[in-house]
């Protein structure tokens, strides 16, 4: 869990730097708002890749999990996240609580007060600016039961969209069958899973990453994003649970960078022992959904050439002041104007069931 509580610690300062890439937040609400439009139509661009933070400190100030939370700066919602998505051209953004170290509460009745407390605070902000959020429930992974227990009442009474999730439970697969109670549920209700990484310290040996380059962020959170996708295919989890929906935060990691190699795997090694039914590429391009964060226009046209443009979402990372804008999108001549309004907002309006 080391970096994801790094994660956490280091929001604030991250978010901050966001203030200049954005042109500062404080600006009046008077400012005026991007409109994007393609072809000549008005869109409404929707971002899936959105942190925030819910202030439960009241609940876990006396509990060993008092020193593993964190996050602030500008994750705390206020005018300055409506001010920000003004000047970037976002009307909705769907809300994500990350960091998962809520995962480290092994007694069930205090990871059921966190996750209430986080999932009634995410549907009190949403009900305040309908018309600019949605959010993904926070669920204990840690008790699969109570998870699926937690998404259902968060889609149902609270009406949240679905669930955010981070790539293990302290190093365990979640492709495991203990956690297909969770996976079920998620079917079931027809709401997409969100899953978000922290670093790969469930994959690397501690300190593998340290030195220049924040490489357990640049490496680790598309490494464990990779692994975490190929484990629900391998494992045959997509199998189980044909109707489920899982997108995998920075662009689905390498995954669709190097997918002839997976897509060989289990017919070339014999020892793969592969549980999936269908070819890895096929769940690429119907039940694994990804977002835009790759930064460059060839980056784009690779990931929506192995992907399919049904699965490719718009994704930004914020309050983190990384230079993913719709302007990537919009100026990619690849992608015909229907393409560039699935991805800026028809696909989620779908996933997210958004009017």
């Known amino acids: 869990m080391t970096n994801r509580r790094h994660f956490l610690r280091t929001a604030a300062g991250a978010a901050i730097g966001a203030v200049g890439l954005s042109g500062g937040f404080g600006r009046s609400r008077a400012q005026t708002r991007r409109e994007i439009s393609v072809g000549g139509r008005r869109i409404k661009v929707i971002d899936i890749h ?62 059921g007060r966190i996750v209430q407390a986080q999932n009634e605070g995410l549907a009190k902000w949403v009900s305040s600016h309908p018309d600019r959020f949605v959010a993904m429930a926070s669920v204990a992974l840690q008790h699969p039961d109570l998870a699926a227990q937690q998404l259902e009442d968060g889609v149902k009474r609270l009406g949240l969209r679905g669930a955010s999730i981070g790539g293990h439970v302290n190093g365990e697969d979640l492709s495991l069958p203990k956690y297909d109670p969770f996976w079920a549920k998620a079917a079931e209700l027809g709401v997409p899973v969100v899953m978000h990484p922290g670093g790969a310290d469930n994959i690397l040996k501690d300190g593998a990453l340290r030195g220049r380059g924040d490489l357990g962020n640049i490496i680790g959170n598309p490494l464990e994003t990779t692994y ?88 930004t990372d914020v309050p983190f002041n990384w230079p993913v804008t719709v302007d990537l999108v919009l100026n990619a001549k690849f992608l015909s104007d229907a393409e560039k309004t699935a991805i800026l907002s028809g696909n989620l309006m779908k996933l997210l069931k958004i009017s």
């Open 50 to 111: 959105c942190h925030c933070v819910i202030d439960v400190t009241p609940i876990i100030k006396d509990t060993p999990l008092a020193k593993a939370a964190g996050g602030g700066g500008n994750q705390v919602l206020g005018p300055q996240r409506l001010q920000l998505m003004d000047q970037t051209g976002v009307d909705v953004q769907a809300l994500t609580i990350n960091g998962f170290w809520w995962y480290g509460a092994t007694d069930r009745e205090l990871a």
């Open 228 to 315: 975490f996708l190929t484990r629900l295919i391998f494992d045959g989890t997509f199998d189980k649970f044909p109707g489920l929906r899982v997108c995998g935060a920075h662009a689905g990691g390498y995954l669709p960078s190097y997918l002839g190699r997976t897509e060989a795997a289990c017919v070339v090694r014999a020892n793969a022992n592969c549980a999936n039914k269908k070819k890895p590429s096929e769940y690429m391009k119907s039940q694994i959904m990804v977002d835009t964060m790759v930064f460059s226009d060839e980056g784009l046209r690779h990931l929506v050439a192995e992907m399919g443009v049904s699965q490719v979402v718009y994704g």
